[in-house]
Protein backbone atom coordinates (compact mmCIF):
# COMPACT_ATOMS: atom_id res chain seq x y z
CA UNK A 1 0.00 0.00 0.00
CA UNK A 2 2.79 2.61 0.75
CA UNK A 3 4.60 1.90 -2.06
CA UNK A 4 1.15 2.46 -4.26
CA UNK A 5 1.03 5.63 -2.42
CA UNK A 6 4.64 6.79 -3.07
CA UNK A 7 3.57 5.91 -6.66
CA UNK A 8 0.43 8.03 -6.32
CA UNK A 9 2.16 10.67 -4.81
CA UNK A 10 5.14 11.39 -7.29
CA UNK A 11 2.79 10.60 -10.28
CA UNK A 12 0.41 13.26 -9.22
CA UNK A 13 3.60 15.81 -7.73
CA UNK A 14 4.59 15.32 -11.55
CA UNK A 15 1.18 15.74 -13.26
CA UNK A 16 0.78 18.94 -11.05
CA UNK A 17 4.26 20.19 -11.68
CA UNK A 18 3.79 19.48 -15.42
CA UNK A 19 0.23 21.66 -15.11
CA UNK A 20 1.65 24.59 -13.40
CA UNK A 21 4.77 24.89 -15.58
CA UNK A 22 2.72 24.69 -18.44
CA UNK A 23 0.43 27.24 -17.65
CA UNK A 24 3.06 29.47 -15.90
CA UNK A 25 4.75 29.81 -19.64
CA UNK A 26 1.50 30.29 -21.17
CA UNK A 27 0.95 33.07 -18.73
CA UNK A 28 4.24 34.32 -19.28
CA UNK A 29 3.84 33.99 -22.79
CA UNK A 30 0.49 35.88 -23.29
CA UNK A 31 2.06 38.89 -20.80
CA UNK A 32 5.17 39.06 -23.53
CA UNK A 33 2.66 38.59 -26.20
CA UNK A 34 0.50 41.89 -25.33
CA UNK A 35 3.70 43.91 -24.34
CA UNK A 36 4.98 43.41 -27.13
CA UNK A 37 2.29 44.34 -29.24
CA UNK A 38 1.81 47.35 -27.13
CA UNK A 39 5.56 48.56 -28.10
CA UNK A 40 4.99 47.77 -31.29
CA UNK A 41 1.47 49.24 -31.21
CA UNK A 42 2.52 52.79 -29.45
CA UNK A 43 5.56 53.04 -31.41
CA UNK A 44 3.10 52.81 -34.75
CA UNK A 45 0.97 55.52 -33.84
CA UNK A 46 3.38 57.68 -32.49
CA UNK A 47 4.99 57.36 -35.76
CA UNK A 48 1.22 58.09 -37.49
CA UNK A 49 1.03 61.05 -35.37
CA UNK A 50 4.41 62.22 -36.49
CA UNK A 51 3.85 61.56 -40.37
CA UNK A 52 0.05 63.57 -39.64
CA UNK A 53 1.64 66.83 -38.26
CA UNK A 54 4.11 66.68 -41.55
CA UNK A 55 0.96 66.29 -43.60
CA UNK A 56 -1.02 68.97 -41.36
CA UNK A 57 2.29 71.21 -41.82
CA UNK A 58 2.23 71.37 -45.28
CA UNK A 59 -1.72 71.65 -45.77
CA UNK A 60 -2.16 74.41 -43.49
CA UNK A 61 1.03 76.12 -44.79
CA UNK A 62 -0.23 76.27 -48.05
CA UNK A 63 -3.46 77.88 -46.63
CA UNK A 64 -1.24 80.43 -44.61
CA UNK A 65 0.79 81.26 -48.02
CA UNK A 66 -2.34 81.53 -49.37
CA UNK A 67 -3.41 84.23 -47.06
CA UNK A 68 -0.47 85.91 -47.44
CA UNK A 69 -2.06 88.14 -49.80
CA UNK A 70 -3.60 89.99 -47.16
CA UNK A 71 -0.10 91.82 -46.39
CA UNK A 72 1.06 92.35 -50.41
CA UNK A 73 -1.94 94.11 -51.51
CA UNK A 74 -0.12 97.29 -50.62
CA UNK A 75 -3.36 98.16 -47.90
CA UNK A 76 -2.54 97.05 -44.47
CA UNK A 77 -5.03 94.93 -43.14
CA UNK A 78 -7.76 95.22 -40.47
CA UNK A 79 -6.27 94.03 -36.71
CA UNK A 80 -8.73 90.79 -37.03
CA UNK A 81 -6.68 89.17 -40.05
CA UNK A 82 -3.08 90.04 -38.05
CA UNK A 83 -4.72 88.44 -35.10
CA UNK A 84 -6.01 84.91 -37.25
CA UNK A 85 -2.68 84.97 -38.77
CA UNK A 86 -1.25 84.79 -36.11
CA UNK A 87 -2.89 82.36 -34.69
CA UNK A 88 -2.25 80.06 -37.91
CA UNK A 89 0.99 80.69 -38.00
CA UNK A 90 1.18 79.74 -33.95
CA UNK A 91 -0.23 76.63 -35.41
CA UNK A 92 2.13 75.60 -38.35
CA UNK A 93 4.87 76.38 -35.19
CA UNK A 94 2.63 73.81 -33.16
CA UNK A 95 2.92 70.96 -36.09
CA UNK A 96 6.56 72.21 -35.70
CA UNK A 97 7.44 71.75 -31.94
CA UNK A 98 5.22 68.38 -31.24
CA UNK A 99 7.66 66.65 -34.07
CA UNK A 100 10.49 67.10 -31.52
CA UNK A 101 8.73 68.01 -27.70
CA UNK A 102 5.26 65.96 -28.03
CA UNK A 103 3.41 67.79 -25.50
CA UNK A 104 4.38 71.36 -25.75
CA UNK A 105 3.47 71.10 -29.55
CA UNK A 106 0.35 69.42 -28.86
CA UNK A 107 -0.84 71.83 -26.04
CA UNK A 108 -0.34 75.03 -29.16
CA UNK A 109 -1.57 73.03 -31.96
CA UNK A 110 -5.02 72.78 -29.86
CA UNK A 111 -5.12 76.40 -28.46
CA UNK A 112 -4.26 77.96 -31.84
CA UNK A 113 -6.32 75.32 -33.81
CA UNK A 114 -9.44 76.96 -31.25
CA UNK A 115 -8.20 80.71 -31.83
CA UNK A 116 -8.03 80.44 -36.02
CA UNK A 117 -10.96 78.30 -36.43
CA UNK A 118 -13.75 79.19 -34.07
CA UNK A 119 -14.06 82.92 -35.84
CA UNK A 120 -13.02 81.31 -39.19
CA UNK A 121 -14.94 77.96 -39.58
CA UNK A 122 -18.44 78.45 -39.05
CA UNK A 123 -20.27 75.31 -39.20
CA UNK A 124 -17.31 73.54 -40.59
CA UNK A 125 -15.66 74.03 -37.36
CA UNK A 126 -16.03 70.67 -35.63
CA UNK A 127 -14.88 68.72 -38.98
CA UNK A 128 -11.87 71.07 -38.92
CA UNK A 129 -10.79 71.14 -35.48
CA UNK A 130 -10.60 67.48 -35.26
CA UNK A 131 -8.69 66.80 -38.19
CA UNK A 132 -6.14 69.58 -37.31
CA UNK A 133 -5.90 67.80 -33.90
CA UNK A 134 -5.85 64.43 -34.77
CA UNK A 135 -2.02 64.11 -34.46
CA UNK A 136 -2.98 65.50 -30.24
CA UNK A 137 -5.26 62.99 -30.48
CA UNK A 138 -2.78 60.39 -31.42
CA UNK A 139 -0.08 61.36 -28.81
CA UNK A 140 -2.45 61.43 -25.93
CA UNK A 141 -3.46 57.86 -26.87
CA UNK A 142 0.16 56.97 -26.81
CA UNK A 143 0.87 58.35 -23.66
CA UNK A 144 -2.05 56.82 -22.31
CA UNK A 145 -0.88 52.91 -23.70
CA UNK A 146 2.61 54.03 -21.93
CA UNK A 147 0.76 54.87 -19.11
CA UNK A 148 -1.63 52.03 -18.91
CA UNK A 149 1.57 49.58 -19.43
CA UNK A 150 3.79 51.04 -16.47
CA UNK A 151 0.76 50.34 -14.25
CA UNK A 152 0.52 47.00 -15.50
CA UNK A 153 3.81 45.92 -14.65
CA UNK A 154 3.99 47.95 -11.34
CA UNK A 155 1.40 46.17 -9.38
Do not use: D
Not at 2 to 19: E, G, K, R
Not at 43 to 70: D, K, Q
Not at 123 to 133: A, K, W
Request: charged share 10%; net charge positive; proline share 3%.
Amino acid sequence: VSQNFTLYSVNNLAQNLHNNSVKGLVERSQKMLINLLENRLGEAIRFLANACCVMLFILWGAFFIEHLSWFTSGQTPPANVWLLQTAHLALLVGFIIALRWELAGSIMIIISALAFFLPTAGNRFLPLFLITILPTLMFFFTWWLENHRMRKTHF
